[in-house]
């Protein structure tokens, strides 16, 4: 089994920056993608950024230039700096780890953006 612990979500005003940080624990396996998704109230759940176990990443076009994704291999861990937040980035922010064609997910952590 695999868990996720997500922290770092808050409150910050538009033009801040917030660090989220996600540890899996369990069943991990060396070849795998970390990522991060958001779900605002009333949309769909969609990708922020994700980065792979050789550390290729992509990110939503809404967030390029402002999010860094990263990762520690060593702690199973993945970091989202999350730089020039605006009110449109409000939302549950959600860690996954896809491995084997399996997805897990965090419980979830709020990202309030105020303007």
């Known amino acids: 089994q695999v868990q996720l612990v997500e922290s770092g979500g808050g409150l910050v005003q538009a033009g801040g920056s917030l660090r989220l940080s996600c540890a899996a624990s369990g069943s991990i396996f060396s070849i795998n993608a970390m990522g991060w998704y958001r779900q605002a109230p009333g949309k769909q759940r969609e990708l922020v950024a994700r980065i792979t176990s050789a550390r290729s990443t992509n990110y939503a076009d809404s967030v390029k230039g402002r999010f860094t994704i990263s990762r520690d291999n060593a702690k199973n861990t993945v970091y989202l700096q999350m730089n020039s937040l605006k009110p449109e980035d409000t939302a549950v922010y959600y860690c996954?780890?896809?491995?084997?064609?399996?997805?897990?997910w965090g419980q979830g952590t709020q990202v309030t953006v105020s303007s």
């Open positions: 996954n780890l896809m491995q084997r064609d399996r997805h897990y």
